[in-house]
């Protein structure tokens, strides 16, 4: 188990530390204990109907055009933080991000215990973190999923030292995914709200604007849920006026260029991808 990891913890009952007692985690204050499976603690179950995610080695151009955005503004966000800060990656997954972090002081944690996590949790069942420890923590595409999401900013806010960086990205106009457990989409109105409620400073606030990557969506949508279902003739004319629609939305992807990651305010359109944002506990609260 990493060093960092070790300083991290606190026992979600006492808030003591743990020490390591044959395969398990056993806080030095009240005794309760978790198992340390694979080196890593396990705090929390996967849920049963959690279908665990196949592993993508992702870069800077791979990926949808938000998950492209979601990685500049990342690089972005992390380059902009001292050598020193500790990172806390929530929801972190297969790790698609881990690389940006290279040389970083960093621990990942995940409900499902995938290889690239150190350890697993639910934050909205225990804490077992230490308050006020981290200079930044890292929320991307997890939001959505935690149903009791208010509750789980909450947590994640506690984490943070004074001055720390909440760094979230969350979509709007995406389709469910990872279903059953995809619960939420965040107006930016919501997400200012949500950092007033639990004392967060919103430094940044920008939306993901990209109408070809919603058409295409729209397309994909046509080809794969709506035409199936479409017999004879009509089936066969729809596929035709499809590439045409197709063809089109290539052209103008040509024309328009790619999407913009910008302030909602003043913009026309309505409908992001998503939201990229960065919270900030205040220094003096
Ligand atoms: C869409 S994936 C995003 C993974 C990664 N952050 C990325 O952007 O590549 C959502 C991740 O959130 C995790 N997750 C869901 N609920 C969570 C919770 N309560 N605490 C921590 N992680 C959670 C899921 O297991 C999954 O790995
Ligand atoms: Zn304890």
Aim: proline share 7%; hydrophobic share 40%; net charge positive.
């Amino acid at each position: 188990m990493k060093e960092l990891l070790r300083d991290s913890l606190a026992c979600p009952v006492c808030s003591q530390s743990f020490t390591t007692q044959n395969d398990r985690l056993v806080c030095q204050g009240c005794a309760y204990s978790v198992p340390v499976e694979a080196g890593k603690p396990i705090f929390t179950r996967p849920p049963q109907n959690l279908i665990p995610s196949e592993k993508i080695e992702r870069r800077a151009d791979t990926g949808t055009p938000w998950r492209q955005a979601n990685w500049k503004f990342l690089q972005q966000q992390i380059s902009r933080l001292d050598a020193d800060t500790l990172f806390l990656d929530v929801g972190a997954g297969r790790g698609d991000f881990a690389s940006l972090f290279q040389n970083r002081p960093y621990l990942a944690l995940d409900i499902y215990p995938y290889p690239e996590v150190d350890f697993v949790c639910d934050l909205t069942q225990c804490i077992p973190l230490r308050r006020g420890h981290f200079g930044a923590v890292v929320l991307m595409n997890v939001l959505e999923h935690v149903y009791d999401s208010r509750g789980f900013f909450g947590a994640l806010a506690q984490l943070l030292k004074p001055g720390g960086a909440l760094i979230v990205a969350i979509p709007f106009m995406v389709k469910i995914h990872q279903a059953p457990v995809d619960f939420v989409r965040y107006t930016e109105f919501a997400l200012e709200q949500l950092g007033k409620e639990h004392g967060l400073q919103i430094e940044t606030l920008e939306g993901y604007y990209d109408p070809i990557s919603l058409l295409g969506e729209g397309i994909n949508n046509l080809r794969w849920s709506v035409l199936p279902d479409v017999r004879g003739p009509r089936h066969y004319l729809g596929r035709a006026l499809l590439y045409g629609i197709q063809g089109l939305a290539k052209g103008m992807s040509a024309v328009l260029g790619p999407g913009q990651s910008v302030s909602p305010q003043g913009m026309r359109s309505k409908a992001p991808v998503g939201y990229q944002v960065v919270y900030r506990r205040p220094v003096k609260e």
